[in-house]
């Protein structure tokens, strides 16, 4: 009989902390629980991509009448309905935290509706009062917003609220320049709020390919986002309980302060920008960064590492310090997508239930930014393949056939880093409509080593945009 309660002890209900429950319970035979305080899904399903990918086909849906007319059809765009939209997008949630709450049971996992903390390297106190041991523990609690650390930041609101939002806000401000930031003022301008976005830096989507930013910038500003680089919020109040001269003096001199108030209140924010201007905003949206929710959990206490940003830190195994104690997803901030939360899952379970040593592979990951359009990508960009070895950049940007019909300003970008060496496609850069469908096919030959001429000789499909791929014959660059 064993000494523990249980085999394995899953903190985290989201996709990595359920996959690797299941599997373990399901395939491996372990006797298996988990626990989570808040609702089973996690950022993804409940917070996160699908419910933002939701809001982002919504949001598609307006331009779609204006299109229609270029091509013969008689259809007037009505009023988007927010109430309605956010109700469907509620059930829908719930039916998916349904999902997998019964895939749990299916699989034979005990469940926990509660915060858990760690006592000592196999054991757990639940905040029901319950302490249970386990002889492997793995945490997979994910991630949250942060505000930044202002005065009257409260009067501001995160992502997560985003999804509970009563009415839709005829205004709003948007903080920061990431793609969080990015792809929720293209779904916010698509649904006929009036969006201005404040980024500190030169350029958004920082860590991307600088062309492909380029053209998303751009794009963004044609949806009429009131996009500013450079800027960023020195004060904000709310506007009913600030004179205007409490704003009124140069921005370096704005002292913080003056009105804060414990309660929200109702009415506009009042914010003041680095560049000077004072306006008021119906909502004011921080997507200022993400931070591993580690807090309060007792893991330094039981000797567990914790690095600078709050990550719990793990090896190529996801093993802590401690060897009963395990970590996967965004808590070990190291690659943040939800695929690769569920791939490290996986791992762990083969490594410790089947006694199969299995590291994670991190690289070459496709990913896409669900922006207007959007950008896939997968491999390294034109900046960082340059800085490795001597390139060859093969790029076109055009007007896709849909849309340049309908004499729409809409551009695209096809992008394709290779090697000078050995010819390998070192990197895949697409900024269009549905670039996140092209890019999960194109990371297929990426990962595989392709080389340029793989490329060259595979026959367009024509006509669609994604052809260009295959039929660029000359670099537009070296370096």
Not at 274 to 287: K, Q, R, S, W, Y
Request: proline share 4%; glycine share 12%.
């Amino acid at each position: 009989m064993s000494a523990f309660d249980y085999d394995l002890f899953v903190i985290g209900g989201g996709s990595g902390g359920v996959r690797a429950a299941r599997v373990a319970a399901g395939e491996a035979g372990a006797k298996v629980a988990l626990a989570e305080e808040d609702r089973y899904g996690g950022t993804c399903v409940i917070r996160g991509c699908v419910p933002k990918k939701l809001m982002v086909f919504a949001s598609g849906y307006g331009a779609m009448a204006d299109e229609a007319t270029a091509y013969g059809w008689d259809i007037t765009a009505g009023a988007f309905d927010w109430s309605k939209f956010s109700g469907r997008l509620n059930s829908e949630l719930d039916r998916l935290e349904g999902v997998y709450r019964k895939l749990l049971a299916g699989s034979g996992v005990t469940t926990y509706d509660a915060r858990a903390r760690l006592v000592d390297a196999h054991t757990v106190a639940l905040s029901t009062g319950e302490t249970v041991t386990a002889k492997h523990i793995l945490v997979a609690t994910g991630g949250r917003p942060v505000r930044p650390d202002m005065p009257n930041a409260h009067l501001g609101i995160v992502s997560d609220d985003i999804f509970h939002l009563e009415t839709l806000p005829k205004s709003i401000l948007i903080i920061g320049g990431g793609y969080i930031a990015c792809e929720f003022a293209c779904i916010l301008a698509g649904l006929g709020v009036q969006v201005t976005q404040y980024y500190r830096g030169a350029q958004i989507l920082r860590g991307f390919d600088e062309e492909a930013r380029g053209l998303i910038a751009e794009s963004m500003r044609d949806l009429g986002i009131k996009l500013h680089t450079g800027t960023n919020i020195v004060e904000m109040h709310r506007a009913a309980d600030v004179d205007d001269d409490l704003m009124s003096g140069p921005a370096e001199d704005v002292q913080f302060g003056g009105a804060t108030s414990e309660a929200p209140g109702t009415g506009p924010i009042r914010v003041k920008a680095t560049h000077g201007a004072i306006e008021d905003f119906d909502v004011v949206l921080f997507a200022t960064g993400r931070t591993p929710n580690t807090a309060d959990m007792g893991l330094e206490g039981v000797g567990v590492t914790l690095g600078r940003a709050g990550q719990i830190e793990v090896d190529a195994y996801s093993q802590t310090k401690v060897p009963s104690i395990y970590a996967i997803g965004d808590v070990t901030d190291r690659v943040n997508l939800t695929p690769v939360a569920i791939r490290e899952g996986m791992a762990f379970v083969e490594t410790v239930f089947h006694g199969n040593p299995t590291p994670v592979d991190h690289a070459l990951i496709p990913s896409a930014v669900f922006t207007q359009p959007e950008l896939g990508t997968v491999g390294l960009t034109e900046e960082q393949a340059r800085d490795q070895e001597p390139i060859e950049v093969y790029c076109t940007s055009f007007r896709p056939m849909q849309t340049a019909f309908a004499e729409k300003p809409n551009r695209v970008l096809m992008k394709l880093i290779v090697s000078q060496k050995n010819r390998t496609v070192l990197g895949c850069h697409i900024v269009a409509p549905n670039a996140g469908e092209m890019i999960q096919l194109a990371g297929i030959a990426v990962k595989m080593g392709a080389t340029k001429e793989d490329f060259d000789r595979t026959v367009a499909v024509h006509p669609t945009m994604s052809e260009e791929i295959v039929t660029m014959r000359k670099p537009m660059r070296t370096a």
